[in-house]
């Protein structure tokens, strides 16, 4: 009786201080305040997986969760392998934390609507982190130092590297990193509001709005002068244009990705001829004469053989996380902090059997995602269309992690896990087709 009554008063008082619109308001918040004030961000999203408190009965019985939480004791176990302990430990919080937000936000979010709102609150809030880093390049815009503890970051004169814009991130290419994401998410909202495509009325507010953002973020993504970018988001344009079968589209960006290859790479004088045509900007930098007499240690094959090499001596539990950096600088007597390719890091650290877990239930998303793209035929075009741009913003996180790794970044981890825990939420809703008791993040 007594236990009874226990439980009764819980589920109760779980109710009163945690509505599903709570959780749901919180997310907003934090979503918008993760890259400007990222300390706030991460406070209100932490708020946001009380969710878990009420959900967490459907969420222990998925298999999912068992094989993320399989996942967690492997990477638990490793630590024990690890060639630093304390550093393996460390690492460990760029992993176990994100799988309870993977958890919690695949509950939350279930709805198209909301993934538009999602997108919505992400291109918003680049706005000033673009604006932020033209300052930066062109203005002479710094940060006072006093500021930083409250801010979460660091303005750098001129960028880090100097001369490419890195604006409230550590480095350029992680700015890169988190801007192809909202490119790509701004792209899917700005198409679904395109005449032709909208099977509404168009605001031409909304499309001035998102023209310019999405603009604005290509922009950014050329000044960051990641060739990982500028690759990925010219992919990302054929992708739309295949998607709608715009053949002029298509062959207009053909045209503009094989002019800068053959400036770049084609044989005299085919070269030549191209130059004349393509800035010095683009194919200088995919040449690498813009950096030329790089030290032979900073060659990303350099560092991707070393941690092949590491892979192949520990193949079963690897070295330990964020080991990498000691081992490296010990071969090299060089500082770097990661081998520029998530996967091949991971192989590493943590041996290959784990790498594989670890691929296997994200591509398992991402492959029941598609599936029901392709399949389902209840949804609407335009909810098909904002599912696809995020499927297509993950694939980009996944071939950025190629050539850089972003996973030391706390607003980009926490920003891929959202986008991921976002499609997993979507197409297990359009699975079980059980849209009516989740917890909403539309405000009522």
């Avoid at 024990?80 to 430990?89: L, T």
Wanted: aromatic residues 14%; charged residues 10%; proline residues 6%.
């Amino acid at each position: 009786m007594l236990g009874d009554s226990l439980k009764h008063y819980y589920l109760k008082l779980q109710q009163h201080c945690c509505p599903p619109q709570f959780a749901g308001n919180y997310a907003q918040i934090g979503i918008l305040l993760l890259p400007l004030l990222p300390s706030f961000g991460a406070l209100a999203i932490t708020a946001s997986l009380l969710i878990i408190l009420q959900q967490y009965r459907r969420i222990i019985h998925r298999p999912l969760t068992w094989g993320m939480a399989s996942l967690a004791t492997f990477l638990v176990i490793t630590t024990s392998f690890a060639s630093n302990r304390g550093d393996a430990f460390l690492g460990l919080f760029n992993f176990l934390p994100f799988f309870i937000l993977f958890a919690g936000f695949s509950e939350l979010i279930r709805t198209p609507n909301q993934l538009r709102r999602i997108s919505w609150l992400l291109v918003i809030s680049s706005l000033p982190v673009v604006i932020i880093g033209l300052g930066q390049l062109f203005l002479g815009w710094v940060s006072p130092l006093s500021l930083q503890p409250l801010l979460g970051w660091h303005l750098a004169l001129q960028g880090n590297p100097p001369g490419r814009m890195s604006s409230i991130f550590l480095y350029a290419n992680i700015l890169a990193g988190y801007l192809v994401v909202v490119f790509i998410l701004g792209l899917g909202l700005l198409l679904e509001k395109f005449p032709g495509i909208s099977l509404k009325k168009p605001n031409y507010f909304t499309l001035m709005f998102l023209s310019v953002a999405t603009i604005g973020n290509l922009a950014a993504i050329i000044l960051t002068n990641s060739r990982n970018a500028w690759a990925i988001a010219i992919t990302a344009l054929l992708s739309y244009a295949i998607y709608h079968r715009w053949r002029w589209i298509i062959m207009a960006v053909s045209g503009i990705f094989c002019s800068i290859i053959l400036a770049a790479f084609a044989p005299s004088p085919l070269q030549e001829l191209f130059r004349k045509i393509v800035p010095a900007f683009f194919w200088a930098r995919l040449t690498d004469q813009l950096y030329p007499d790089r030290p032979i240690s900073l060659l990303r094959t350099t560092q991707w053989k070393f941690a092949w090499d590491l892979t192949i001596e520990r193949p079963w539990t690897g070295w330990g996380l964020r080991n990498f950096t000691a081992l490296y600088e010990a071969k090299t007597h060089l500082w770097l902090g990661h081998p520029h390719n998530f996967f091949l890091m991971l192989t590493a650290e943590v041996g290959i059997p784990t790498t594989l877990l670890f691929c296997s239930l994200v591509g398992g998303v991402i492959m029941r995602a598609i599936v029901v793209v392709i399949g389902d035929r209840h949804q609407s075009s335009q909810d098909k269309l904002i599912f696809f741009s995020y499927i297509l913003a993950f694939l980009a996180i996944a071939l950025f992690n190629t050539v850089d790794v972003t996973l030391f970044d706390f607003r980009s981890n926490t920003l891929n896990w959202i986008i991921l825990s976002a499609i997993w939420g979507v197409t297990s809703s359009f699975n079980k087709a059980c849209m009516g008791n989740t917890p909403k993040l539309d405000p009522p």
